[in-house]
Each structure stands twice: as C-alpha cells, then as structure tokens.
C-alpha cells in the first residue's frame, strides 16, 4: 500500500499545476480582463460570503497575515471595490465591506469561472462528472472533514 501510495504522488503534483490553470484559480485578471490579482480576488470572495468583518476577522478566514491582508485591501479601497468603515458600537474597530462596484466584479468573476467550469464538465459523460464530485468530495472530507 505504502509503494503504491508513493507511486501516484508524482503523478498528482505534475497533474495539480495545469489542473490549477485549467480552472483560472491564479490568474483572475485573465477572467476579468482587468488588473486584479489573485489574493484581490480571494478578499472579495470572502467579502461577499462574511458581512462587514473587521480585518482581524477576515485575516483569519483566509489565513491572510495582517499586513499582507493590509496592502490588499488598501489596493481594493483604490479601485473602490472595498470600503474601510468604523464600527458604530465600538469605534476603534475598522470594518470592510464590499462597494456596490466591488459586488458586481466578484459577481462577473464568478459567472466567468461557473461558464469556464461548466464547458470543462460538458466535456465529460453523466458518469465521469459523478465520479469526479464523488472523488473531490472524498479529498475535502479528507482534508478538512467535513464536506463542502
């Protein structure tokens, strides 16, 4: 088991970086055709799922260090995709949320991603698509213990 086990290891991570490709995780400028980088990208994401989360807060539901989660949203608040506002029950809390502007790129990049998925899943019969759910179901449980 262990031989058989090491066998395949090579095989996922030569398979992992085109697969990454394939699905546009790293590179949401080419989705949206406009200058945005990826851990833009992943801050309104996780905006547009968590309501006015101070920076801590989102710092932690990314796994973003402070400073880095910093620049990022000091960028966003430039393009006016994200707004920084003080918390009205305790006013040395900043929070972030998402601008009306930053809702309808996430909304875009999210529409461009479900579309590049789907052609990609269209290319699969009924049976390969259930296969292929079931074996990613199996690796998040797996990884994380629970199911999406």
Same mark, same amino acid.
């Not at 949203?73 to 809390?93: H, I, N, Q």
């Not at 909304?107 to 292929?132: G, N, P, Y």
């Given at each position: 088991?262990?031989?058989?086990?090491?066998?395949?290891?090579?095989?996922?991570?030569?398979?992992?970086?085109?697969?990454?490709?394939?699905?546009?995780?790293?590179?949401?400028?080419?989705?949206?055709?406009?200058?945005?980088?990826?851990?833009?990208?992943?801050?309104?994401?996780?905006?547009?799922?968590?309501?006015?989360?101070?920076?801590?807060?989102?710092?932690?539901?990314?796994? %973003?260090?402070?400073?880095? +989660? !910093?620049?990022?949203?000091? &960028?966003?608040?430039?393009?006016?995709?994200? @707004? =920084? *506002?003080?918390?009205?029950?305790?006013?040395? %809390?900043?929070?972030?949320? +998402? !601008?009306?502007?930053?809702? &309808?790129?996430?909304?875009?990049?999210?529409? @461009? =991603? *479900?579309?590049?998925?789907?052609?990609?899943?269209?290319?699969?019969?009924?049976?390969?698509?259930?296969?292929?759910?079931?074996?990613?179901?199996?690796?998040?449980? =797996?990884?994380?213990?629970?199911?999406?």
């Amino acid at each position: 088991m262990g031989e058989e086990v090491k066998g395949y290891v090579n095989q996922v991570i030569a398979l992992l970086p085109d697969l990454e490709k394939a699905f546009h995780t790293d590179k949401p400028q080419k989705v949206l055709h406009m200058d945005i980088s990826f851990p833009e990208i992943f801050v309104l994401g996780q905006l547009s799922s968590n309501e006015k989360p101070s920076m801590s807060e989102l710092g932690r539901s990314i796994s %973003m260090d402070l400073s880095s +989660l !910093t620049r990022t949203v000091d &960028k966003l608040v430039k393009k006016e995709f994200v @707004a =920084r *506002k003080r918390d009205p029950e305790d006013r040395r %809390m900043v929070r972030v949320a +998402l !601008t009306a502007k930053g809702k &309808k790129i996430i909304r875009r990049f999210e529409e @461009a =991603r *479900k579309k590049h998925i789907e052609s990609i899943l269209r290319q699969m019969t009924s049976q390969e698509r259930r296969d292929l759910l079931n074996i990613l179901k199996t690796l998040h449980t =797996r990884i994380y213990g629970k199911t999406g």
